[in-house]
């Protein structure tokens, strides 16, 4: 039972536009949401988080929304760089100090 | 600041044999500890996690086992692998800021079992 999922495997997009990554979850215990960026052959690096008190959370080029009703996120990245080719995990949790249960990844590439 | 170290970066291990990956952090007391694999064209699954030194949840049966012999070192142990054991095995510390903690990963030790 996949309680985060992140339906499409891949997103292309040219350089300059908007990249707009989906997670959908499940578990409505869920109240904290992260995004994890993860190049090749290295650990994931934090990228931006949003609590459930809130529906959007804004860092430079990066925008989370969420959508509690809908029990859904997303992450926009505006404008998309060459460099933030990568792939982009969900992650979510029950509550501080709890485990993180991460969808299973979506791989962004970004055309110059 | 907070570091965090994983040994070694890639490994490759014949179907049978014992293994030990292990995992410090620098820089903060008390951590979270966390293993996860990342399987080939897979997302990442927690296997252990650890509040403190001796304590330690497994997420997944398997033939793996975790331990925290000290506060800032995580160990994944192995006594026989198997081919099911390749992947990319991912360290990880968290901690308690009254808040909600982020999980800081290193740099993975990347396992093939052969």
């Known amino acids: 039972d996949q309680q985060v999922k992140q339906n499409s495997p891949s997103l292309s997009v040219q350089e300059g536009r908007i990249s707009i990554l989906n997670c959908d979850y499940t578990?409505?215990?869920?109240?904290?949401f992260l995004w994890y960026k993860k190049y090749p052959a290295e650990g994931p690096t934090f990228l931006i988080s949003?609590?459930?008190?809130?529906d959007k959370n804004e860092d430079g080029r990066f925008t989370v929304f969420l959508n509690k009703s809908a029990k859904h996120l997303s992450l926009h990245i505006v404008p998309s760089q060459p460099g933030d080719s990568a792939v982009y995990f969900c992650?979510?949790?029950?509550?501080?100090?709890?485990?993180?249960?991460f969808g299973k990844g979506i791989t962004l590439s970004v055309r110059p | 600041s907070q570091t965090i170290h994983q040994w070694p970066a890639t490994l490759v291990q014949p179907v049978g044999s014992p293994l030990s990956l292990e995992c410090t952090v620098e820089?903060?007391?008390?951590?979270?500890l966390y293993w996860y694999r990342q399987a080939a064209g897979r997302g990442l699954q927690l296997l252990f996690y650890?509040?403190?030194?001796?304590?330690i949840s497994s997420e997944v049966p398997q033939n793996l086992s975790a331990s925290r012999p000290q506060d800032r070192q995580f160990i994944l142990s192995s006594k026989k692998l198997l081919l099911s054991d390749s992947g990319f095995y991912l360290c990880?510390?968290?901690?308690?800021?009254?808040?909600?903690?982020?999980?800081?990963f290193g740099p993975g030790t990347r396992l093939t079992v052969t």
């Open positions: 990880a510390w968290s901690v308690w800021t009254g808040g909600f903690g982020e999980q800081y």
């Open positions: 578990n409505s215990m869920f109240d904290y």
């Open positions: 650890s509040v403190g030194i001796g304590q």
């Open positions: 949003i609590s459930s008190i809130k």
């Open positions: 992650a979510a949790s029950t509550g501080a100090n709890s485990k993180l249960t």
């Open positions: 820089g903060t007391s008390n951590p979270n």
